[in-house]
Antibody, heavy 113, light 112 residues
Framework: EVQLVESGGGLVQPGGSLRLSCAAS????????MSWVRQAPGKGLEWVAN????????YYVDSVKGRFTISRDNAKNSLYLQMNSLRAEDTAVYFC??????WGQGTLVTVSS | DVVMTQSPLSLPVTLGQPASISCRSS???????????LNWFQQRPGQSPRRLIY???NRDSGVPDRFSGSGSGPDFTLKITRVEAEDVGVYYC?????????FGQGTKLEIK
């Protein structure tokens, strides 16, 4: 059974940092592009970042470029999102997923003083 | 960036009646590999998104056949032949052809 379990969310002050993790199981993690998508409270879905199977290609939405870094550890079947210089508008539930079909339950990031 | 525009944004439907959601892209979604990466997602209240349709018209595993996708750029459509109570939620189109990938605003389907 495919499982994607996000962790690392929480309350952080503006300008602070957080590192989200996504533990994957039940599929060959190293064979798939991985994605982060977010959803602000009461708002729609927004794609955040993608990373290629070997980590050689990474893509980001403009609003997070230079602040967020997507990475992966295929030996640990884990996906990460390092978020720096956080802003109030980054407040959202962050979902990890692959193949646009399998998604985790999400982790809530709240940026507030 | 490719703008995905959905309509309507709110869709009250009587149980057993059909429903249709439109999605218009601001650019061609035909990828250099010849495929059109237009997906439809359902998000039920309190749940993660669930993909229903990929590459315009291909239904995902486990998706009831009352859901169908159609269209060619720039207009795409998600249709439900007979709405059931479990279909309540928000529906999004999403293009996966051009970076950055973009979603439509979402269409909230409710039972009338």
């Amino acid at each position: 059974e495919v499982q994607l379990v996000e962790s690392g969310g929480g309350l952080v002050q503006p300008g602070g940092s957080l590192r989200l993790s996504c533990a994957a199981s039940g599929f060959t993690f190293s064979s798939y592009w991985m994605s982060w998508v977010r959803q602000a409270p009461g708002k729609g879905l927004e794609w955040v970042a993608n990373i290629k199977q070997d980590g050689s290609e990474k893509y980001y939405v403009d609003s997070v470029k230079g602040r967020f870094t997507i990475s992966r550890d295929n030996a640990k079947n884990s996906l990460y999102l390092q978020m720096n210089s956080l802003r109030a508008e980054d407040t959202a539930v962050y979902f990890c997923g692959y193949d646009w079909y399998h998604w985790g339950q999400g982790t809530l990031v709240t940026v507030s003083s | 960036d490719v703008v995905m525009t959905q309509s309507p944004l709110s869709l009250p439907v009587t149980l057993g009646q059909p429903a249709s959601i439109s999605c218009r892209s601001s650019q061609s979604l035909v990828h250099s590999d010849g495929n059109t990466y237009l997906n439809w997602f359902q998000q039920r209240p309190g749940q993660s998104p669930r993909r229903l349709i990929y590459e315009v018209s291909n239904r995902d595993s486990g998706v009831p056949d009352r859901f169908s996708g159609s269209g060619s750029g720039p207009d795409f459509t998600l249709k439900i032949t007979r709405v059931e109570a479990e279909d309540v939620g928000v529906y999004y189109c999403m293009q996966g052809t051009h970076w950055p990938y973009t979603f439509g605003q979402g269409t909230k389907l409710e039972i009338k």
